[in-house]
Each structure stands twice: as C-alpha cells, then as structure tokens.
C-alpha cells in the first residue's frame, strides 16, 4: 500500500525522467557501494562499503560494512548495517527505506584469574595474560530518504539522510547525511 502510494507519487515528479545513457531495467541487478556520512548533534563519522541487490526494479536491498565513531561512545564500532529501499527507477532515482545498523567495540581486560590459558601460550592465568571482551554496542533504526543520480550505465552517485533511533537512548539518536559512490555489476 505505502509502496505503491509511493511509486504514484513520484510518477506525478515531471522532472524526473528516464534520460539518455540510463540503462533501464536493474530488476535482479546487483552492486557495490563505498561512502561516508556524518551527523552533528550528537556528532557522529560512519564509513561504509556495501553492497545492493534490486529484487524490482523498484526495491533495493542494501547491506554494508560500517565502521562508526559517536560522540557519546569511548571507540569506534564495527557493525552492520541493512536496508530495504523503495525506489523511482530512473536515471534520477529518489527514495525512502528503512535500515537497521548494529555494531560494537572490544577492548582488552585482564584473564589471569579463570583458569584458561586465553592467549594460547602454554601457560594458564600467568601474569599479566588478557583476553579480549566487548566493550561497547549500539544498535539503530532508521528512516530514510535520499536519491541516486546514475551518471552513466555503471557508476551512480548517492544522497541520503536517515533518522537514527540509537539503543543507546534518545540522547543519542542522530540525523545522518551521506554520500556513496556506487558501481553496477554486469
Ligand atoms: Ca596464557
Ligand atoms: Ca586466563
């Protein structure tokens, strides 16, 4: 229903048309993607390399590697993050998903008291041995808009903003804006 209300909406866009050198169809089509995007308040940096698959010409599946840094975290996360999108398949491509992203840190704490040999040398609980823990984690939901501006029949350009509601509390929720490269696969 909402897809559908969607794609009727953005049909009524006269601006947006199916130009010269766009390929067409993607349904089935798949890809990779390498960017970044950054929120302010609280401040936070992602990096992303990922990869889409159009199900429909019209529907994204996108799943990337992240690695994040947030304000209100000690270290950087390593996650995952995933979306589906609904999109206006045209040269000019707006759309609006919904996402998920989690990740967590680990740090070293000291294992010289539980009886294994952590470290794998030989000796158990010796002075001074560590093992590794997870430190922090942080998941997000989020909304999003955003469009995609395929400069050629490979490479595409990516705009997008995404809402995140972060685990970490409302405190800690972002507004995040971002720029991905993107490269269709034959
Ligand atoms: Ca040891
Ligand atoms: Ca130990």
């Known amino acids: 229903m909402l897809l ?3 794609m009727i909406s953005f049909c009524c866009i006269p601006a947006l048309s199916h130009g010269q ?7 089935m089509s798949v890809g990779m993607t390498a960017g970044g995007y950054r929120a302010k308040q609280p401040e936070v940096q992602g990096a992303e ?3 889409f698959f159009y199900t429909e010409e019209y529907l994204s599946l996108n799943g990337s590697l992240v690695i994040l840094g947030h304000e209100h975290l000690d270290d950087l996360l ?3 993050s995933f979306s589906i999108r609904a999109e206006y398949p045209g040269r000019i491509s707006p759309f609006v998903g919904v996402g998920a ?3 967590y840190n680990r740090i070293f704490e000291p294992a010289f008291w539980d009886g294994i040999d952590n470290n794998g040398n030989g000796f158990v609980d010796e002075m001074g041995e560590r093992k590794k823990v997870v430190h922090e984690m942080m998941g997000t939901i989020y909304p ?3 469009v995609h501006l395929w400069l050629n029949k490979k490479f595409r350009l990516t705009f997008n903003a995404a809402y995140h509601y972060s685990t970490l509390g409302r405190d800690s929720d972002y507004f995040g804006y ?3 490269f993107g490269y269709l696969f034959d």
């Open 101 to 103: 992203f989690g990740g």
């Open 144 to 146: 999003e808009v955003g």
């Open 21 to 27: 050198g766009w390929h067409g169809d993607l349904d």
């Open 178 to 180: 971002g720029v991905n």
């Open 49 to 51: 390399l990922g990869a």
């Open 78 to 80: 390593a996650g995952l």
């Open 4 to 6: 559908k209300w969607l």
